[in-house]
């Protein structure tokens, strides 16, 4: 079974600063990997898709890059402003086409 | 892309009763799914729901408790039976409309007293 941590499950910045979120799946065999944002009692808003024969994505200030051998994935948020507070969730679908969430780092940029 | 709304956004429910969750798609899609998201947890795939089949349940999740129907390609709905407080969550419904990105709802955050 696909286990997803994300690694640090709360994240507080001072706006500016580049943010860093982690996401490790146990199981390397899979077919993509999509970061969502979460706002608070909201639904799920897609930021990334990274392809398993992919190593990265880019979307404006957002990079995600992906080591499939190492089951890591790492989104780049540059330059964080308060509009950026939310929880980011990994979610990695395996060969079965299920995906499996991690809990979620959730991110505060202060002003 | 696909866009999802869902209805209720929102409710708070008694014990022992039961509430059912509308899902409507803008778009004909095969596959379609319910999660739900315990407060302060993840998601959790509840069951798959493809149109003129049974609904398929994961582990730990069965059908006298979450009920599913699947009428046509744009249309889904999900009851949650005889409620207890530990059924508060969030209730999203999700469309795959290719094998790659998957596309969720607004979310239905259901209250149980």
């Known amino acids: 079974k696909q286990e997803v941590t994300q690694i640090p499950a709360a994240l507080s910045v001072p706006e500016g600063e580049n943010l860093v979120l982690n996401c490790s799946f146990t199981d390397s065999a899979i077919y993509n990997l999509q970061w969502f944002r979460q706002d608070p009692g909201k639904g799920l808003t897609s930021l990334l898709l990274i392809q398993s024969s992919q190593r990265e994505q880019t979307s404006g200030r957002l990079n995600a890059s992906l080591d499939k051998s190492s089951g890591r994935s790492t989104l780049y948020i540059a330059a964080s402003q308060p509009g950026d507070s939310a929880t980011y969730l990994c979610?990695?679908?395996?060969?079965?086409?299920?995906?499996?969430f991690g809990a979620g780092t959730t991110v505060t940029v202060r002003a | 892309s696909a866009v999802i709304s869902q209805k209720p956004s929102r409710d708070i429910c008694q014990r022992g009763t039961s509430l059912t969750i509308q899902c409507q798609v803008d778009s004909q899609v095969t596959m379609m799914f319910w999660y739900r998201q315990q407060p302060g947890q993840s998601l959790t795939l509840i069951a798959t729901?493809?149109?003129?089949?049974?609904?398929?349940?994961e582990s730990g999740f069965v059908i006298d408790k979450f009920p599913i129907s699947r009428p046509n390609l744009t249309f889904s709905t999900l009851t949650v039976s005889n409620m207890s407080p530990e059924d508060s969550s969030i209730y999203l419904c999700s469309v795959r409309p290719s094998t790659d990105t998957q596309y969720f709802g607004p979310g239905t955050r259901l209250t149980v007293l």
């Open positions: 979610a990695v679908k395996g060969v079965d086409y299920k995906l499996s």
């Open positions: 729901a493809n149109q003129g089949s049974e609904a398929t349940y």
